[in-house]
């Protein structure tokens, strides 16, 4: 390894969007994040979306889906009526 071109390795606080802190080492003394295994999902079984400027509801909007997943009810008048085929005879 080279001499003076790595960085420093100090004992680091990281701090979390919910208030958790926790020791470890990093190359930086302070480090911030948004979700740590106390409030995330996956960790908590908690079944909550986590969001960022609005993609979920973009989603769900744009494939016309609810918050459980499910097709939400069909608009009224918004969808063209098939033609039937006429009859000849």
């Given at each position: 390894m080279k001499a003076k071109i790595h960085p420093e390795y100090v004992e680091a606080t990281v701090v979390c969007a919910c208030?958790?802190?926790?020791?470890?080492?990093?190359?930086?003394?302070?480090?911030h994040v948004e979700v740590c295994s106390h409030c995330h999902p996956f960790f908590t079984g908690e079944q909550r979306i986590v969001d960022t400027a609005g993609r979920v509801e973009r989603f769900l909007k744009r494939y016309g889906?609810?918050?459980?997943?499910?097709?939400?009810?069909?608009?009224?008048?918004?969808?063209?009526?098939?033609?039937?085929?006429?009859?000849?005879?």
């Open positions: 208030g958790n802190t926790w020791q470890t080492h990093a190359t930086k003394p302070r480090l889906l609810q918050e459980s997943g499910r097709p939400a009810a069909a608009k009224v008048g918004g969808a063209k009526a098939k033609k039937e085929p006429e009859a000849e005879g």
